[in-house]
């Protein structure tokens, strides 16, 4: 069982830089692949980034709508991933949620993970 707790989310004017934590429990982190969803009002969930390490690489994947300006990372020492977001737009307005899964390749941009955190509210006002 791997409990997922995100932080880092607020208020942000347009352009302006935001870093998403999330602290996983559990002794197999480095295991799971970790993803970044997120959910604006009235839309459905969608695929922001996501992240694996098999101990000699890292594969990274992330949706169009944010390559370029979101950076997705993780330290397995401190169990933790991140999403680091620039140039945020007033349209990255979202619930941010922070995922974790036993899944590889593009299965990592859908939202087939294993479990979930609760979210942090990203708002960016224009």
């Known amino acids: 069982q791997v409990q997922l707790v995100e932080s880092g989310g607020g208020l942000v004017q347009a352009g302006g830089s935001l870093r998403l934590s999330c602290a996983a429990s559990?002794?197999?982190?480095?295991?799971?692949?970790m993803g970044w969803f997120r959910q604006a009002p009235g839309k459905e969930r969608e695929f922001v980034a996501g992240?694996?390490?098999?101990?000699?690489?890292?594969?990274?994947y992330y949706a169009d709508s944010v390559k370029g300006r979101f950076t997705i990372s993780r330290d397995n020492a401190k169990n933790t991933a991140y999403l680091q977001m620039t140039s945020l737009k007033p349209e990255d307005t979202a619930v941010y949620y922070c995922?974790?899964?036993?899944?590889?390749?593009?299965?990592?941009?859908?939202?087939?993970?294993?479990?979930w955190g609760q979210g942090t509210q990203v708002t960016v006002s224009s």
């Open positions: 992240i694996r390490w098999t101990g000699l690489s890292t594969y990274t």
């Open positions: 559990g002794r197999t982190f480095s295991a799971y692949a």
């Open positions: 995922a974790a899964g036993a899944l590889a390749g593009a299965a990592l941009t859908t939202p087939k993970y294993d479990y």
